[in-house]
């Protein structure tokens, strides 16, 4: 069966992630949605995942998302007839520090205002739980009941048959080879298959590529930086007698345990990673595996087989290594690309996209439906990600690192480690000597505190008062009783031209840029509903030429706010240090026009 030659949507990428978003779509009522994959449904990351299903996420709106995972896993087996293996089992994050006991206990008081059920429990009733494992050095654990774990692979094709249902048509063995455009959006895409060709048009494209979602993203000048690591796990053969257990999470040893169809899986996610795929992803890649490298996991198994004594005894019946995406801040991808519109992304889940991808599915379909988001995700927002971080050197380093961060604690204000220095301010060596603690945001290296003459120059994390809380104190009151001096280097800088410049700012700000020149303004812009989308200062430099001055993590959110709403071609370049993220002309529109002052 061949491509169509219209849709309305083009989602590229037939894993788990793609099958959501075409389901959720079509339980929308959008018929004219087509779905590319290049080789079979599944075949990349997804038929390989552990099926983990764990509710609880950082904040709110993620634990919103997983939350809603979970519920539509439960119902989508009767829904559709596909077996989906979802069973809520539970799950036991269970504490072998009292730092690691801090964190699950904060985590479960968090759980309880987003409507998670959440008990914390002793070891004793972790052992009750779960007889196999060894309890005596555990501090205490968290049980979350609903929570469970699923297979995958059926999940997504039962994603695929729903979608299918409501209209939509899924083509295998089609691979999308370009997304075209205009030099302002996209225009369709280009397929090949079996020495076929052909081409679809469309207005929207979702790039679900997975690993594959890089380089394809790259070809259109879209930043997706995301890179593929190693991960482990083992499966044992057959134990007596094991029946179904919760999943348990052993955190401070790196591991999590599964029990599946009488046999016990083991799986990692250790400190330091190994990046995969730096030469690109071969062609034929389809349900591959990776080699074999038990130097690697064994320091894990030999902490899960003094954990879990079974592994002493039970035969090792598959050890497998499979691909998986990380992205540098260990957050997937979703929403607009800001370089081209109508480029949609879903991609980079860092291991947890089958609890992420029913949720993320039906927010990028509400979010195209409705123009909105339902809610705040700023967290997993595309338009967070950098240019720089395309580069293969700087994701290599960096993913090492964020496969282990799944695991870590996760201390206030921790930072990364990895692919530092990226961007520095010209400050940057003199703030260093006077004793500065930097933190990275958006690359940029900047001071989150001075060390005192004497005090090491580092965080030393912790759950109550870290050991900055002293130096920070100082600061605040030199700066509110005496004078300070900010360094707006990292700060991203928008200069807006055009005899409309003053219109089109007074349209997107919620308060009045209509001053003289040389006046500062302090505003937000607000979307259609009167949601804050940025948080800027506005200087008018003259009639027709403003100055926006916006945060580092921001700045390519709110360029592509201000060039949608100047009607600019959405390209943009990388912004370089301390120069203009860039200059633009409105063309003539009809708006509230501005007094002359």
């Known amino acids: 069966m061949t491509p169509p030659t219209h849709a309305r949507v083009v989602i590229i990428g037939g894993g788990i992630s793609g099958c959501s978003v075409a ?68 799950s036991i994050s269970a504490a072998l520090t009292h730092h690691r006991h801090e964190e699950l206990l904060r985590q479960a008081t968090l759980a309880r205002a987003f409507g998670v059920e959440v008990h ?8 009750a739980l779960y007889p196999h494992v060894e309890t005596g050095d555990m501090v205490g654990a968290v049980h979350i009941p609903g929570d469970g774990q699923c297979d995958p692979a059926n999940i997504a094709m039962a994603l695929a048959k729903g979608a299918r249902s409501g209209g939509a048509a ?32 469309a207005e929207i494209v979702v790039n679900c590529g997975g690993m594959w979602g890089r380089d394809l993203a790259a ?10 690591c190693e991960h482990f796990y083992l499966v044992t053969e057959p134990v007596e007698g094991l029946g179904h257990l919760p999943v348990l999470r052993v955190p401070d040893e790196c591991a999590y345990y599964k029990s599946d169809a009488g046999k016990m899986m083991l799986g990692a996610f250790e400190p330091v990673a190994k990046p ?16 074999e490298d038990f130097e690697h996991f064994e320091p894990i198994l030999e902490m899960a087989t003094r954990r879990m004594p079974m592994f002493e005894t039970a035969g090792i019946h598959t050890f497998f290594n499979g691909p998986e995406s990380f992205t540098p801040d260990d957050r997937y991808y979703l929403g607009e690309a800001p370089e081209l519109r109508g480029y949609w992304v879903a991609a980079g889940y860092n291991s947890i996209g089958i609890v992420s991808s029913g949720g993320a599915g039906m927010a990028l379909a509400a979010w195209l439906d409705e123009g909105e988001p339902p809610f705040d995700l700023w967290e997993v927002d595309i338009r967070r990600a950098q240019p720089f971080q395309r580069n293969r050197r700087y994701l290599k380093e960096r993913v090492t690192e964020t496969l282990g961060l799944l695991y870590a604690d996760h201390y206030p204000f921790r930072q990364v480690e990895t692919a530092r220095g990226v961007r520095r301010s010209p400050l940057h060596a003199y703030l260093a000597a006077k004793g500065a603690v930097f933190g990275e945001v958006a690359g940029w290296e900047r001071p989150n505190w001075f060390a005192a003459p004497g005090q090491t120059a580092e965080y030393a994390h912790d759950w109550g ?81 403003f100055l926006m001055v916006t945060p580092a993590a921001t700045l390519r959110r709110d360029l592509a706010r201000v060039r949608w709403a100047l009607g600019s ?6 912004p370089m240090s301390g120069s203009l993220a860039g200059s633009f002309t409105s063309p003539p529109i009809s708006r509230r026009m501005c007094s002359r002052r």
Not at 511 to 518: F, L, P, R, S
């Open 465 to 545: 008062r870290q050991n900055w809380f002293e130096n920070r104190a100082a600061e605040h009151r030199a700066a509110r009783e005496g004078a300070a001096l900010f360094d707006l280097s990292s700060f991203g800088k928008i200069r807006v031209e055009g005899r409309d410049a003053c219109a089109v700012l007074q349209n997107l700000c919620a308060n009045d840029v209509d001053v003289a020149a040389g006046r500062i303004v302090y505003t937000q812009m607000l979307n259609g509903k009167g949601g804050v989308e940025a948080d800027v200062t506005v200087t008018r430099l003259s009639e027709t030429e």
């Open 219 to 228: 070809r259109s000048g879209v930043a997706l930086p995301l890179h593929a």
């Open 276 to 291: 995969w795929g730096m030469g690109g992803i071969p062609e034929d890649f389809c349900f591959d595996t990776l080699p």
């Open 23 to 90: 389901y959720h779509l079509a339980q929308r009522g959008w018929k004219d949605v087509v779905l590319l994959e290049r080789k079979q449904l599944t075949s990349g990351t997804t038929w390989h995942a552990a099926g983990l299903i764990g509710q609880l996420r950082a904040s709110q709106n993620m634990t919103r998302l997983a939350k809603y995972s979970a519920e539509l896993y439960v119902k989508l087996e009767a829904e559709t007839g596909v077996a989906t293996g979802m069973r809520q089992v539970g």
């Open 170 to 201: 899924i083509f295998e063995n089609v691979k999308v080879t370009r997304v075209t455009d205009d030099g302002a959006r996209v225009t369709g895409v280009e397929w090949e298959a079996g020495g076929e060709t052909g081409r679809i048009d």
């Open 569 to 574: 071609p959405a390209r943009i370049a990388s």
């Open 120 to 127: 914390p429990i002793s070891p004793a009733e972790v052992k």
